[in-house]
């Protein structure tokens, strides 16, 4: 595949179990952009096309700068999907604690996780809750307007959920009561049992959890599986920081 659309595909940067992410450049207008396309199989289930095309609805309905763009969607002549966002130069926060011993300095991990939360304030303002923040869905770009020259990026909103959306009369819920998702290490309570009604609340304890990782290294809860991990979740209180850590200040603790 050479093209879509108007963006000439430049190079693959990743491929999941969902679908393929390339780099691509608009020559007319010379705007880089990252296009998600998914498989073929993905396409063709509803509710997963529904999930996909989500991601690009919450973002935009989002609109702030520590959430990634979102420029276009549509649909291929075989009829995979995709999305056409902004292009992110830089590292996940993922990359960014494995890179540094898998923890950061406090005010680094303050600054990182108040522009994350800022973020989430502007989606949970428009009702929309993402259910998968974890560091593998923060990217960390250059942004000389940001204190200390770089910006947290919400991604990868496939999951988000709508309240208003959801709510209204005669809505069709796209989430059924029992249904888990997410991901264990970083799920409240409510969603590690599979709870209706999930709130914001959830992305404010997986935001918790975010920051308890870049301190002290390493997520609250060790799991050898998953239903382990849920367990931990709505029945274990997390080891206090200063446990982990004796050095941290008083604040972060």
Same mark, same amino acid.
Request: aromatic share 6%; proline share 6%; net charge negative.
């Given at each position: 595949?050479?093209?879509?659309?108007?963006?000439?595909?430049?190079?693959?940067?990743?491929?999941?179990?969902?679908? %393929?992410?390339?780099?691509?450049?608009?020559?007319?207008?010379?705007?880089?952009? *990252?296009?998600?396309?998914?498989?073929?199989?993905?396409?063709?289930?509803?509710?997963?096309?529904? $999930?996909?095309?989500? =991601?690009?609805?919450?973002?935009?309905?989002?609109?702030? #700068?520590?959430?990634?763009?979102?420029?276009?969607?549509?649909?291929?002549?075989?009829? $995979?999907?995709?999305?056409?966002?902004?292009?992110?130069? /830089?590292?996940?926060?993922?990359?960014?604690?494995?890179?540094?011993?898998?923890?950061?300095?406090?005010?680094? #991990?303050?600054?990182?996780?108040?522009?994350?939360?800022?973020?989430?304030?502007?989606?949970?303002?428009?009702?929309?809750?993402?259910?998968?923040?974890? @560091?593998?869905?923060?990217?960390?770009?250059?942004?000389?307007?940001? @204190?200390? /020259? =770089?910006?947290?990026?919400? %991604?990868?909103?496939?999951?988000?959920?709508?309240?208003?959306?959801?709510?209204?009369?005669?809505?069709?819920?796209?989430?059924?009561?029992?249904?888990?998702?997410?991901?264990?290490?970083?799920?409240? @309570?409510?969603?590690?049992?599979? #709870?209706?009604?999930?709130? *914001?609340?959830?992305? %404010?304890? *997986?935001?918790?959890?975010?920051?308890?990782?870049?301190?002290?290294?390493?997520? @609250?809860?060790?799991?050898?599986?998953?239903?382990?991990?849920?367990?931990?979740?709505?029945?274990?209180?997390?080891?206090?920081?200063? =446990?982990?850590? #004796?050095?941290?200040?008083?604040?972060?603790?």
């Amino acid at each position: 595949m050479d093209k879509i659309g108007a963006y000439r595909i430049v190079r693959q940067l990743g491929q999941g179990g969902m679908g %393929v992410v390339y780099e691509a450049m608009n020559d007319q207008i010379s705007r880089r952009v *990252a296009i998600k396309v998914l498989h073929k199989e993905v396409s063709d289930n509803p509710e997963l096309l529904a $999930r996909f095309f989500n =991601e690009a609805r919450a973002s935009n309905l989002a609109s702030h #700068a520590s959430i990634v763009d979102v420029y276009e969607l549509g649909q291929l002549p075989d009829g $995979r999907a995709y999305i056409v966002m902004q292009f992110l130069a /830089g590292d996940s926060l993922a990359d960014r604690l494995q890179h540094r011993g898998g923890k950061l300095p406090v005010p680094d #991990a303050i600054r990182l996780i108040r522009q994350v939360a800022s973020g989430m304030a502007a989606a949970h303002n428009k009702g929309i809750i993402h259910r998968d923040l974890k @560091p593998d869905n923060v990217m960390i770009v250059e942004d000389s307007e940001s @204190p200390g /020259g =770089e910006r947290a990026k919400i %991604v990868d909103f496939g999951i988000a959920k709508m309240l208003a959306a959801e709510e209204e009369p005669g809505a069709h819920r796209r989430t059924r009561a029992g249904t888990v998702l997410g991901t264990p290490a970083y799920m409240s @309570p409510e969603q590690c049992r599979g #709870a209706e009604g999930i709130s *914001a609340k959830a992305d %404010v304890y *997986a935001l918790g959890v975010m920051l308890y990782e870049c301190l002290a290294g390493r997520t @609250p809860f060790s799991a050898t599986g998953t239903g382990e991990m849920l367990a931990k979740h709505i029945y274990e209180p997390p080891p206090p920081l200063w =446990e982990l850590d #004796a050095t941290l200040p008083a604040a972060a603790l």
